[in-house]
């Protein structure tokens, strides 16, 4: 990428202009991250209304307590795929979220090609065992999900009463249904994603995952109405505000920040997807009279009613809603003076969302988030571009050639932070992080007080980089790093890592994930955010709870060829709107 840009009167490159790396993977400058209009679930929702995919119900099996089997058939483009649903429902006793959790009230698959009656009852017999199963030809996501009990039945009650549910129930998390995993890949048997082609409408990373997840949401939607129908055929349904507010829950938990130490070409370019719209949109000159200053002031007003509704979110350690909502509100009475008298912040300049994001960074991550999001608004002109950066080669090559001096040069220009660590110190290592034999997921311990210290996970990357340069410097300077290795196996893959992923410009977290002030919840919300979700309520330091698609378009907005594409600040339905 060496996108040449004009910039004050000079022309540099991207790279050159976008922010450092010891700024944007600053564990506090990701936990201020949100969606963006290149978040997954929007960019998948663009692609189906853009190439006019036509997606319609099939069969709706499902009786009067949300029991029974659903399809939906995706046409995309040349490609025809299946989404299969089975439904049961479990008592509370048996409903859990956890990795180890045997049954699910909701088990579903995308699947190559139609599903006929044979092909469903074959389906039938493995989806809903999950990691137990083994998913036939042609299967390229499988997932499992369990209704809310709570805002389930509420929604059902309520529309069987012929009445729209109260939008104060649902506090921040306006679901029916929350998932609890999706597996790809070669899992149980899986398609493998480098099997796409070039071309394909999925090829996209996660793409069939997001297609999945919004089909997953329109089954609840139709479920719901479904069981309240059962219960009163005059029943209200899901109309006007309430048509598309309800998302789909996640919780998310510790085992997202090991994927983001063990996949750093991957965190590389979601870092990319966020930062290279943000630095184009922010290197524009803009004229006070530009439609784009408009856009960017109605973007913020609904971002800032969007905030202060969140009062009973707890969001701590974030920011509350109403807290970002202030600062939004200095910021836009900066830019609406602008407008009016080409002054912002005391200084005049054509550049006015480098400063305003700018101004937004003095406040906090938090705020600088909600504006980088409102700014990535305005860069429709940069989907395909943007789409580009996510494909990447995880490999990593020994450059075995390389001498000890070379490598300790290397890693003095491209990983300094690391040694800002003092790992004498008992608070630089008071954690290492493992998997439980038990629950099957990762977790994090103390050291010298909890087991399984033998099983640890290498989280340990400025550590680990530190202890390779301590032993490169010991060795004589025009040794190779193949022999360096030779007499020191166990650096092997931190030699690797630095080699190619120092050639990155966002790979590594700029972090000790084993000291004890690090906090997870910032690198997962960076994750979640580069999936789509919001609504971030942490439920201690290791876990939060989001929400995916709320105010999403529903299949109907396809077939209409409508997609209201800004739904990431949907509001609350409030008084009449509550009523049917």
Sequence with gaps: MSTQTQFEGTQITMEELMRPADTVMDPLDMGGARATRHSFIRTMMRRAVSAGWQ???????????????????????????SFVAFSQRLSEEERTDRVIAK??????????????????????????????????????????????ERFFEYVTDRLAQGLAPESE??????YLIRSTAFYSNGKCGLADYEGLEDGHPLAVPFRAHMLTAWLLRELSYE??????????????????PWRRYLGMGNATGLGMVPYAINHPEVV????????????????????????????????MEQAIDYLEEQEDINTAPFPSGPELADQLCDLLGQLREWVERGSFAGSETPFIWRQLHDAAAAYGPGCRGMVATVLTELTEDLDETVESILRCDESRRVTA??????????????????????????????????????????????????????????????????????????AEDLTSVGEFMLTHPMHRSTVGR??????????????NLLAAQFLPL???????????????????????????????????????????????????PQGADSHV
Aim: proline letters at 5%; charged letters at 25%.
């Design 522 to 572: 910032n690198v997962q919300r960076f994750l979640l955010a580069v999936y789509g979700m919001e609504n971030y309520t942490p439920q201690s330091t290791d876990w939060l709870r989001v929400t995916l698609m709320a105010g999403a378009p529903r299949i109907a907005d396809l077939a209409n060829g409508t997609m209201d594409d800004a739904w990431i600040f949907t509001p609350r």
């Design 401 to 474: 050639s390389q001498s000890c001096a070379e490598l300790v040069s290397w890693i003095d220009e491209k990983y300094p932070w690391t040694a800002a660590f003092d790992f004498s110190r008992p608070d630089s290592q008071q954690h290492f992080w493992f998997s439980s034999v038990n629950n099957e997921e990762p977790r994090r311990a103390r050291l010298g007080t909890d087991p399984g210290a033998n099983v640890q996970h290498p989280m340990d990357i400025a550590r680990a980089v530190a202890a390779l340069r301590a032993d490169l410097t010991a």
């Design 103 to 148: 049954s699910w009230d909701l088990t579903a698959a995308l699947v190559e090609g139609s599903v006929d009656d044979e092909r469903l009852e074959r389906m039938r017999t493995q989806v809903p065992l999950q990691e137990g199963g083994r998913a036939e030809t042609g299967s390229i996501i499988w997932t499992r999900a369990n209704r809310s």
């Design 169 to 174: 129930k649902f506090g921040g998390s306006p």
């Design 55 to 81: 997606i319609q119900r099939t069969r709706f099996d499902i009786d009067a307590v949300g029991c029974g089997a659903a399809i939906y058939e995706v046409r995309a483009e040349s490609h025809l795929f």
């Design 223 to 240: 479920m719901v109405e479904a069981c309240a129908t059962a219960r009163n055929p005059a029943a209200a349904r899901l109309e006007g």
């Design 498 to 511: 630095v080699q190619n992923v120092g050639k990155l410009p966002y790979g590594e977290v700029r972090d």
């Design 268 to 299: 590389n370019s979601w870092a990319l997807l966020r930062e290279v719209p943000l630095t184009a949109v922010a290197s524009r000159s803009v004229e006070r009279s530009d439609a784009s200053v408009t856009q960017v002031i109605e973007l």
